[in-house]
């Protein structure tokens, strides 16, 4: 199933932002939009390949389990996964995934309101003007998925219904999630507070237990990012016979999503400053995903095929442009800030080196 952009009566099928660059503004911008939401796709992956690697080694807290032992076993954790060629096969997966995400968050918030809680760490070093400004990057970056909300919809039965409602409540709880955990867990921590939210629980069974639901979710977000950047390569580079049912259709599909896998392990265990590239990726590729051409896109279409005057076109054409300006300047701020963090802990005693062991105990 396909969603469609009608411009003057005609219909093209588009399931990604290159497709609709393309419709809206030509072949150049198509493959821009391609290479903006699979660069963005990929570093994700990595991220989530990443950050699963350390779930697992809080699950095993008690052993001294190194990153890139841990990321091997994250890499085999995705890998059959990653065998799922829709995302309509992995949405079952997604709800269950939420749920797990509730259960962590509810375990982590007893710790933090029962005097529980474990507050022991370093305390960040101080922000600097441009520190601010790549430390934005993050908070972009968790509302990447944005960018592949065309995807979901190219899949769904009734894509009509996602804005009206899927889409309201997954930003109205994204964004409420958010910010009960960040304040409640600052609040409570202050400049003691954990690098993840999950390490607020002290060492025992409880944190054994809330670290093997987070993977879990992370494995979902992890199959979710990797189908998206998977069947968009498939079909940009025309290897449609990756999606072709039968032995060879998967054989196909099975060759290309274990090497974008281990891709997304190099990438998490050779980059010393991974945290910091996440960043920069938030700067450049999702301040332009979800704050600048969500709203460009809208205002072209308006150009084309305007829609009827209304209370949503006239509060998306008030909200639209706050959001282009806002995010031209985070996509140039940001960059800069996040280039020259980069360019600082690069130079600094404590930075790390590729594939260090950086164990927990």
Known sequence: MQTHLYID?????????????????GPVARKYGYGLVYTLAFMVTGGYMLTLANSIQQIFYDVHLCLPVASLAAFALVLPGTQLRTLHLIAPHAMVSFVALLVVIAI?????????????????????????????????????????????????????????????????????????????????????????IVLVIPKGPWLRIASIFMAYHIIVAYLINSQVLIRGIVTACGWDKALEPGFQGRARWFAISTVFTALAYLIADVIPQFDNLNDLTGNVCCTQGCLILPPLFFFLVQRVAPWPDSACKTALTILGWPMIVSGIFLFFAGTTGSIMTIWQDAHSDDSRRPFACQALS
């Open 9 to 25: 009566g005609k219909g093209e099928s588009a399931r990604t932002y290159g497709d609709f660059a393309g419709v809206l503004a």
């Open 108 to 196: 982590c918030l007893y710790f933090l309101l029962s005097d529980g809680a474990s507050c022991d760490y370093e305390p960040p070093r101080s922000l600097n003007f441009w520190g601010a400004f790549n430390s934005v990057g993050s908070f972009v970056w968790s509302y990447s998925g944005v960018s592949y909300y065309p995807e979901m919809l190219a899949e769904m039965k009734r894509p009509q219904d996602f804005a009206r409602k899927s889409l309201g409540f997954a930003i109205v709880a994204m964004t409420g999630l958010y910010a009960l955990v960040s304040i409640t867990t600052y609040a409570t921590c202050g400049d003691g507070t954990p690098p993840s």
